[in-house]
């Protein structure tokens, strides 16, 4: 267990709707960061956060925003979900921005038929 | 951006023989590489990092090196047992004074131990 936590496990939706991933970081990490993984496309960073601010973007698509409240957790909104979203999403942590270990939660498995 | 090719994309070892999986990167500025493991299921898992600035690391049957030169690095495991049977996934991160992007991966290996 990598003490991040994220909810819900599994998510099927219909195209054209929103759903919003939540993640806990490991106690005491104060970056979390947010991957896809497709068959595809295989692991893409979406975006990081630290300590609530916007750090690095990536591949992330418009219909796609994340935040991260004071108590440090985050949420992954998806909206106007196409049927290509459909892939599992991960939240990873760190305790800071550099040099330090990042690690993986289970992941939310998001179907959009 | 980075860019990281990872080979081969399956192996199949007999437990108890050698491993071996390759990588190279693009972005020569890149000063950290962790190998994560995945398992059906379940999220990755880091196994084993190495930074620029070593060029050998090892954990029990673990070891990856790392070549700056060549833009190259491997993760090797040794006396392969059947729970090792997991895809493996390189990555790279450049760490730097205001912080780093997230990890570039790799496709990733399907290493598959024959009993």
């Known amino acids: 267990d990598s003490g991040v936590t994220q909810t819900p496990k599994h998510l099927i939706t219909a195209t054209g709707q929103r759903v919003t991933l939540r993640c806990s970081p490991r106690s005491g990490d104060l970056s979390v960061y947010w991957y896809q993984q497709s068959l595809d496309q295989g692991l893409q960073f979406l975006i990081q956060y630290y300590n609530g601010e916007e750090r690095a973007k990536g591949n992330i698509l418009e219909r796609f925003s994340a935040q991260q409240f004071p108590d440090l957790h985050s949420e992954l909104n998806l909206s106007s979900l196409e049927l290509g979203d459909s892939a599992l999403y991960f939240c990873a942590s760190s305790v800071g921005l550099q040099g330090n270990t990042i690690y993986f939660g289970e992941g939310s498995w998001l179907t959009v038929v | 951006g980075e860019n990281v090719e990872q080979h081969p994309s399956t192996l199949s070892v007999q437990e108890g023989d050698s491993a071996v999986i390759k990588c190279t990167y693009s972005?020569?500025?890149?000063?950290?590489f962790p190998w994560y493991k995945q398992e059906l299921g379940k999220g990755p898992q880091l196994i084993i990092d190495?930074?620029?600035?070593?060029g050998e690391k090892k954990d029990q049957r673990i070891a990856v090196t790392l070549n700056k030169t060549a833009k190259h690095f491997s993760l090797h495991i040794t006396e392969t047992q059947p729970e090792d049977s997991a895809v493996y996934f390189c990555?790279?991160?450049?760490?730097?004074?205001?912080?780093?992007?997230?990890?570039?991966f790799g496709k990733g290996t399907h290493l598959i131990i024959q009993p």
């Open positions: 190495i930074r620029s600035n070593v």
């Open positions: 972005d020569s500025a890149s000063n950290y």
């Open positions: 990555a790279s991160l450049l760490y730097s004074g205001g912080g780093a992007d997230g990890l570039t």
